[in-house]
């Protein structure tokens, strides 16, 4: 009986997420009558238009170029980087290794939201406003702190002996960390850079202030163009929406193995 109760609140649960998203890639494929409908409708006739519309609208594929751009780019730029600080972090002792640590956390927990005015202001003072490069650079930036504080509990979790040993062999240091730690990471990688992929490519509030020139903008603004005078244009919206989720979806399911075993064992090690 309790292992009935437990799948039977666990259906109950998946369900209630799961109707949401499917009501959503539903609604993209109704008649204008349908969305509109008082009462909810679950059989229709499949349509394309609302897929037209929004494809239809001035540089889509620009956006599409730039979120990608953006998003590939600060995953990398956030990666790179905090390979090494981490390394350091897990590591090396030096002076200032414990207050690094609380900066890395205090990074971690702070609302990025709270610095849109100072990047914005100092971005304007730089000339760096409108720019693919800015948005990355501030990307990267948010994505940082959790990718140092995970892989940091990766590199503390392989045994010393392991780099000791490659290094008695006649590895460096550096040719130690490629050829026995980095291999060894592969989990907390793919978790890292879905947590920075799925950060970076549905951000909106620094996109917004930072790049408000179309050539300039990401898929969250085109999120936002589906407005008539009659209102909003719900089927554009919801299929704009079934668009945008579509990358992330397919991301997620190639790498959702290796993510919930990267979370957890970056998280509780070192």
């Not at 599409?64 to 600060?74: D, H, K, Q």
């Not at 090494?84 to 030096?94: G, L, T, V, W």
């Not at 956390?105 to 720019?131: G, H, K």
């Not at 509990?153 to 460096?172: R, Y």
């Amino acid at each position: 009986m309790r292992k009935v109760m437990l799948n039977g609140t666990a259906l109950v649960l998946v369900v209630l997420f799961l109707f949401p998203v499917y009501w959503m890639f539903s609604t993209s494929f109704k008649s204008n009558t349908d969305v509109l409908s008082k009462d909810p409708v679950f059989f229709f006739t499949p349509s394309f238009d609302h897929y037209s519309t929004a494809t239809g609208v001035d540089l889509f594929w620009t956006y599409v170029g730039n979120s990608f751009i953006v998003t590939i780019g600060a995953v990398l730029l956030a990666l790179g980087v905090a390979l090494m600080a981490s390394y350091a972090i897990a590591r090396m002792r030096f002076r200032g290794r414990r207050g690094m640590v609380i900066a890395v956390m205090m990074a971690q927990m702070a609302p990025w939201e709270i610095l849109i005015i100072v990047v914005y202001l100092n971005a304007r003072d730089l000339e760096m406003l409108n720019s693919i490069g800015t948005l990355t650079l501030v990307y990267f930036v948010m994505a940082l702190p959790f990718t140092i504080w995970t892989l940091r509990g990766f590199i503390a979790a392989v045994p010393k002996e392991l780099e000791e040993s490659a290094m008695i062999d006649g590895c460096t240091r550096t040719q130690a960390f490629f050829r026995v730690i980095f291999p060894l990471l592969a989990p907390g990688l793919m978790a890292t850079s879905l947590f920075g992929f799925i950060s970076a490519w549905n951000e909106y509030a620094m996109v917004l202030v930072l790049n408000k020139a179309p050539d300039a903008a990401t898929l969250p603004l085109w999120l936002t163009q589906f407005q008539t005078n009659f209102g909003n244009d719900w089927g554009a919206t919801m299929a704009a929406s079934s668009m945008f989720t579509i990358p992330v979806l397919i991301l997620f399911i190639l790498l959702q193995r290796r993510v919930t075993g990267g979370l957890s064992a970056g998280a509780v090690k070192g």
